[in-house]
């Protein structure tokens, strides 16, 4: 049975219902899970005065109904299980979980998956800056599960992330995959300035329609047609993301840096578009990539 949270909390002061996740709640009775301690602003309340609570939690598996924009860290630390939100949530969404899956119908706040290990997230709309990234002070943000994010996404997506993957189908903000460690990030609109800055390893293909420019640390190494590209595309669209066919079959121009850092990562455009250097003297011409 579904345990079902419908949120009736009308209040412009955060709530923070981190701890509340299916692992948690499987073997709880419902008067326990309406006992659950969550934060409203920097006071605790128990969960039936912001949710009504019905169902039950055996099956691990959550919804969550209502305007949750302003509910944070839902399915934090999760580790199994399943979590559906009818609606826009808040912050956090996911942080550091290392199992299970998350589907957000509507907008999610920032820090998205941050310092996530494992698990899977599904954003069908837009979602703030900060997603699969590391907190402030942190070494290494996500490190495994996948996040998909159907809309447009913030700034410094990916930061320091050592593994996993983030997709994104429409634009993003500024320097994304930004002291990157290892991990696949594929952007399939816009793309900010200074993609790929300080990234030492991984990947990120920028496959919208307007390539950024590329800061000046970036060499390019080849064009081919990997079919590992084809994969990864080909496993996005079977957990529900919409893409462009041709991408399944089309060649990508590689390029190499941040040759500042370690300097082995990869940025890859589709072949025969075009990206602006930001070298000296090249800044407001359009290049086209090698044939």
């Known amino acids: 049975m579904t345990l079902k949270l419908s949120y009736h909390g009308v209040t412009s002061v955060p709530v923070e219902v981190e701890g509340l996740t299916p692992d948690w709640a499987c073997d709880k009775s419902l008067a326990e899970i309406e006992r659950f301690e969550i934060f409203h602003g920097n006071r605790k309340i128990p969960l039936t005065e912001m949710f009504r609570v019905s169902g039950g939690a055996s099956d691990k598996h959550f919804e969550f109904e209502g305007n949750l924009s302003g509910v944070h860290w839902i399915g934090a630390h999760m580790t199994t299980g399943r979590i559906d939100i009818l609606g826009p949530a808040g912050r956090h969404i996911g942080s550091e979980m290392r199992g299970g899956e998350i589907y957000v119908e509507g907008n999610a706040g920032g820090w998205t998956g941050a310092e996530m290990h494992g698990g899977f997230i599904h954003v069908r709309g837009n979602a703030g800056h900060l997603v699969g990234a590391a907190y402030r002070g942190s070494a290494k943000g996500m490190t495994g ?77 080849s064009t081919f047609q990997p079919q590992v590209v084809s994969l990864l595309l080909r496993d996005l669209r079977s957990k529900g993301m919409k893409l462009d066919e041709s991408l399944l079959t089309a060649e990508f121009d590689f390029y190499l840096g941040d040759l500042v850092a370690v300097g082995k990562g990869e940025i890859l455009f589709r072949h025969e578009r075009s990206i602006k250097p930001a070298g000296p003297g090249k800044s407001d011409q359009q290049v086209a990539l090698p044939a």
């Open 145 to 221: 599960g996948t996040i998909i994010i159907d809309g447009n996404a913030g700034n410094e997506i990916g930061l320091t992330m050592r593994r996993g993957l983030i997709a994104v189908g429409g634009s993003t903000g500024d320097m994304i995959g930004f002291n990157m460690i290892a991990g696949t990030i594929l952007a399939f609109g816009e793309c900010g300035i200074r993609p790929g800055a300080g990234m030492r390893r991984g990947t990120i293909g920028l496959l919208g329609p307007n390539p950024p420019r590329l800061l000046p640390s970036f060499r390019y190494a």
